[in-house]
């Protein structure tokens, strides 16, 4: 099976910290994107990435940062932690040529809480 | 740009019973539509899909969609419901030029003994 691992299902930071988080996949996957998700809100697409070293922004990318150094790794970066986001934070990947036969593989997700 | 709507934030139906989830959609061509589940503190697990053929789709864990065009619709229906469906639901549409999808807001699924 696929797998999309996210580094850590909860983390706690304060205000104003660098903050990264992880996601690797194990299936070769071209595709890989990052998402947030709240009450109400649904899931908003902050960045993805077709690509290694390839980025593009999504419906909210504002107060964050991606890098995509290796095919199997996509990093997103809050460069300077705030209140408003504090959220969960889903990680998904596909394969180019069978996203609609398989759609996205997610991560278990990160919670974060910024205080 | 695309869009999907679920217009029923929560829907409670008890142990047995069947159920519909809504999803329209907004897409200019030909719409790629997901359904998928998440099962607290989980991500996202795939459902079903429809891209052509059939409109009528049969996915896991007992649940099915029909694509209707005219009415831009895509629900999914379960025709006796389990208490471990208890869990919140997304529809989405791919948009295959920008390669990515957009889901709807959700739906969470109360079950009821």
């Known amino acids: 099976d696929v797998k999309v691992t996210q580094s850590s299902r909860y983390l706690v930071k304060r205000t104003g910290e660098k903050v990264f988080l992880e996601c690797v996949q194990d299936?070769?996957?071209?595709?890989m994107f990052w998402y947030r998700q709240d009450p109400g809100l649904g899931l908003r697409l902050i960045y993805f990435?077709?690509?290694?070293?390839?980025?593009e922004k999504g419906d909210i990318p504002e107060g964050y940062s991606v890098s995509r150094e290796k095919k199997e790794r996509f990093s997103l970066i809050l460069e300077s932690a705030s209140t408003n986001q504090t959220s969960m934070y889903l990680c998904?990947?596909?394969?180019?040529?069978?996203?609609?036969?398989?759609?996205?593989?997610f991560g278990s997700g990160t919670r974060l809480t910024v205080v | 740009a695309q869009s999907v709507t679920q217009p029923d934030i929560h829907i409670t139906v008890s142990e047995g019973a069947s159920l519909e989830l809504r999803c329209n959609y907004s897409?200019?061509?030909?719409?790629?539509l997901f359904w998928y589940v998440q099962s607290p503190g989980q991500g996202l697990q795939l459902l079903l899909k429809?891209?052509?053929?059939?409109?009528l789709v049969q996915g896991i864990k007992g649940f099915e969609a029909e694509f209707k065009r005219s009415q831009s619709s895509f629900n999914l229906r379960k025709p006796s419901v389990h208490w471990s469906d208890a869990a919140e639901y997304f529809c989405?549409?791919?948009?295959?030029?920008?390669?990515?999808?957009?889901f709807g807001d959700g739906t969470t699924l109360t079950v009821k003994p």
């Open positions: 998904a990947s596909s394969s180019r040529q069978d996203t609609l036969l398989y759609g996205y593989t």
């Open positions: 299936m070769d996957h071209e595709n």
């Open positions: 990435s077709y690509d290694v070293k390839m980025k």
């Open positions: 897409y200019g061509a030909t719409p790629y």
């Open positions: 429809y891209f052509s053929g059939d409109t």
């Open positions: 989405a549409v791919e948009d295959t030029n920008a390669g990515k999808s957009t």
